[in-house]
């Protein structure tokens, strides 16, 4: 099994910086190699729009929306997946959440909701001047 933490949301004026992160407990015999991360977000009234992935091998895909502006990277001693967000807009605005799939690739894609089988909680970003 799996469980997902994130930390790091908050409020931020137009224009700043966020880093979120995405904790993993795995249990024993798998470690965070074993995944794909995915970072999903749902604005107020709208539904999930994948915004990025992270695979295997830490190679990294991301939606037109935030490409340039997010970056997405993996500390394998920590088993976190650490979202760098700039240049934020206020669309940004939306729970974040982080979520996994056990797979195996170099490259990983925008994968739909139903693909992942684990999720965070989600974390609150909030763009606002």
């Known amino acids: 099994q799996l469980q997902l933490v994130e930390s790091g949301g908050g409020l931020v004026e137009p224009g700043g910086s966020l880093r979120l992160t995405c904790s993993a407990s795995?249990?024993?015999?798998?470690?965070?190699?074993?995944?794909?991360i995915g970072w999903v977000r749902q604005a107020p009234g709208k539904g999930r729009e994948p915004v990025s992935c992270?695979?295997?091998?830490?190679?990294?895909n991301y939606a037109a929306s935030v490409q340039g502006r997010f970056t997405i990277s993996r500390d394998h001693a920590e088993a976190t997946v650490i979202p760098k967000m700039k240049n934020l807009k206020p669309e940004d605005t939306a729970v974040y959440y982080c979520?996994?799939?056990?797979?195996?690739?170099?490259?990983?894609?925008?994968?739909?909701?139903?693909?992942?089988?684990?999720w965070g909680q989600g974390t609150q970003v909030t763009v606002s001047s």
């Open positions: 992270s695979s295997n091998s830490g190679m990294t």
């Open positions: 979520a996994a799939r056990r797979t195996y690739g170099a490259m990983c894609y925008l994968a739909d909701d139903y693909e992942y089988g684990f």
């Open positions: 795995i249990d024993s015999g798998y470690s965070l190699d074993d995944y794909h």
